[in-house]
């Protein structure tokens, strides 16, 4: 404590009673400490002082946060589990103890602007703060992400159509078979999906790729004059993020009606 100590005849030696600090850290916590002076003779006289115990220090990140990419197919793990686990940090503190378990309160968390991607992807960053029992805090910050990786899926798969090529309304059917995706249905995990265009391949070898729909002039054309004619249709779907998905169906014509015999 500072303190001196003499003697006229002998030798002095000090001693005191501190077994230190109180424990569970308060912002200030004052420790009464006795030191003793005490001659060969043993004599000793004795003093009190008060110790302070002052926690300026804020804990100490020994693990920073780590940020995730999840798929929207498959969240590893949530946002919110993410927070609760305080993104995987820890800390320690030297006078005293911090709970680094999930959900402690030890932690707290702040999530930051959520920044939207295509669809329903994100990223979204957090700050972590870790505060000991004297109210002395830390940060660690880390990204929560959400990314699509995964197409649109064929919730229905495209169907097959015939048609009789001797009926005048054919190159209609055709069309609007076309026009309605052959009845195939898409969705997408991370938002919303649509189809796009088409790529069409008939039994006498023409073809088309990228065609839009509505464009009938560049749809296939049915030829006169042919029987069991079909084309081969893939249908191609889009989400948000531009992922690609297709899918084909084949589309028949016919000829079962006989000659006229005039």
Known sequence: GNGLAADQCTGVSISNDYTGAIPGCTPATAVAVTFTAADDCTNSTSRTAQITILDADPPQIDVPATGVVVDCENHVISFADWLATHGGAEASDECGSIDNSVGSPDWRAEPLALIPSCGNSFSQAARFI??????????????????DNSPPDFVTAPMAATANCNDATALTVLNDWIDVFADAVVSDACGTASFVDFDFQTSEGEMGNNIAFGTTGDYPQLLADICDWSVVVTFRAQDACGLQNEASATFSFFDNTPPTIS
Not at 139 to 145: D, E, G, Q, R, S
């Open 130 to 147: 870790v505060m000991d029992a004297c109210g002395n805090a830390d940060t660690t910050i880390a990204t929560y992400v959400v990314t």
